[in-house]
């Protein structure tokens, strides 16, 4: 059983930057892992993904300002966000699955889901 534990967020003027963690324990190989964010009243957007060898997919909006990575060997995967604007204020997910085609953005290919962790710019 797959488990995610974010870490990361909190409140930031724009213009500057933070950075989210997630770290998957109950399972070995690379797992496809993704960070997806939900402004209220709205459903989840997939913001950034990342596969086990290390392929990326962002959303055409943070492409440029947020940087995606894999600690090497682990399902340890972090989210640089720079250039933060008061848009990308929401609350951002972990997310991860054993399998999916490409690094994906779409809400359905991921099965494990982390709690979220806010993001605040001001």
């Known amino acids: 059983h797959v488990q995610l534990v974010e870490s990361g967020g909190g409140s930031v003027q724009a213009g500057g930057s933070l950075r989210l963690s997630c770290t998957a324990s109950g399972y070995t190989l690379p797992l496809y892992m993704a960070w997806f964010r939900r402004i209220p009243g709205q459903g989840r957007e997939g913001v950034a993904a990342?596969?086990?060898?290390?392929?990326?997919n962002y959303l055409e909006d943070v492409q440029g300002r947020f940087i995606i990575s894999r600690e090497n060997g682990k399902n340890i995967v972090t989210l640089e966000m720079n250039a933060l604007k008061p848009e990308d204020t929401a609350t951002y997910y972990c997310?991860?699955?054993?399998?999916?085609?490409?690094?994906?953005?779409?809400?359905?290919?991921?099965?494990?889901w982390g709690q979220g962790t806010q993001v605040t710019v001001s």
């Open positions: 997310a991860a699955d054993l399998v999916t085609d490409v690094p994906s953005l779409v809400e359905t290919q991921y099965y494990y």
């Open positions: 990342i596969g086990g060898d290390g392929s990326t």
